[in-house]
T-cell receptor
Framework: RKEVEQDPGPFNVPEGATVAFNCTYSNSASQSFFWYRQDCRKEPKLLMSVYSSGNEDGRFTAQLNRASQYISLLIRDSKLSDSATYLCVVAGGGADGLTFGKGTHLIIQP | DAGVTQSPTHLIKTRGQQVTLRCSPKSGHDTVSWYQQALGQGPQFIFQYYEEEERQRGNFPDRFSGHQFPNYSSELNVNALLLGDSALYLC????????????FGQGTRLTVV
């Protein structure tokens, strides 16, 4: 079983729509959770941290369900510039470094 | 304020050769982690250097080694290159031995032929 699993997509979504991604993680002792964004042939950049209480940053909302070991990201009113790969990341719990999922590829269409 | 810088940006090597990649961390950061990202995959943790020592290591063979200098910059060395070592090598800098709150460099794209 992969440590962090994501649907690779691609997700083709019209501009202005709402899109949701999910990921699951296998290490129940993981302590920190993040979503990173990676544009084509660029480095990953931190989009937002994910907290058990849920957190929102503008059009982006992240949720963590520790019992189900499940993390989600919701993007509202999607923009063309949201087209990218979104990487689910966990850390801690005895694992070294950051553990990345393969990423979910999002394409926003005009 | 310079971010994380890596050199070179691109590199082509022949199977069996050795390669050295370099990373300068973000100003104020003292910890450097290295990741390998193969095409279509997420980054995989190679190792982390803090206080000039390897502190953590992922599931990579001994062909992968590194070093951290007193100015916190770091090198990644890969010996006996294999075709499968072709990937984007990312350096991430952070503070005080942490893995989180990490900033990534633009990466070095290594092609082994």
């Amino acid at each position: 079983r992969k440590e962090v699993e994501q649907d690779p997509g691609p997700f083709n979504v019209p501009e202005g729509a709402t899109v949701a991604f999910n990921c699951t993680y296998s290490n129940s002792a993981s302590q920190s959770f993040f979503w990173y964004r990676q544009d084509c042939r660029k480095e990953p950049k931190l989009l937002m941290s994910v907290y058990s209480s849920g957190n929102e940053d503008g059009r982006f909302t992240a949720q963590l369900n520790r019992a189900s070991q499940y993390i989600s990201l919701l993007i509202r009113d999607s923009k063309l510039s949201d087209s990218a790969t979104y990487l689910c990341v966990v850390a801690g719990g005895g694992a070294d470094g950051l553990t990345f999922g393969k990423g979910t590829h999002l394409i926003i269409q005009p | 304020d310079a971010g994380v810088t890596q050199s070179p940006t691109h590199l082509i090597k022949t199977r069996g050769q050795q390669v050295t990649l370099r990373c300068s961390p973000k100003s104020g950061h003292d910890t450097v982690s290295w990741y390998q990202q193969a095409l279509g995959q997420g980054p995989q943790f190679i190792f982390q250097y803090y206080e000039e020592e390897e502190r953590q290591r992922g599931n990579f063979p001994d062909r992968f080694s590194g070093h951290q200098f007193p100015n916190y910059s770091s090198e990644l060395n890969v010996n006996a290159l294999l075709l499968g070592d072709s990937a984007l090598y990312l350096c991430a800098s952070s503070f005080n031995g942490a893995s989180t709150e990490a900033f990534f460099g633009q990466g070095t794209r290594l092609t082994v032929v």
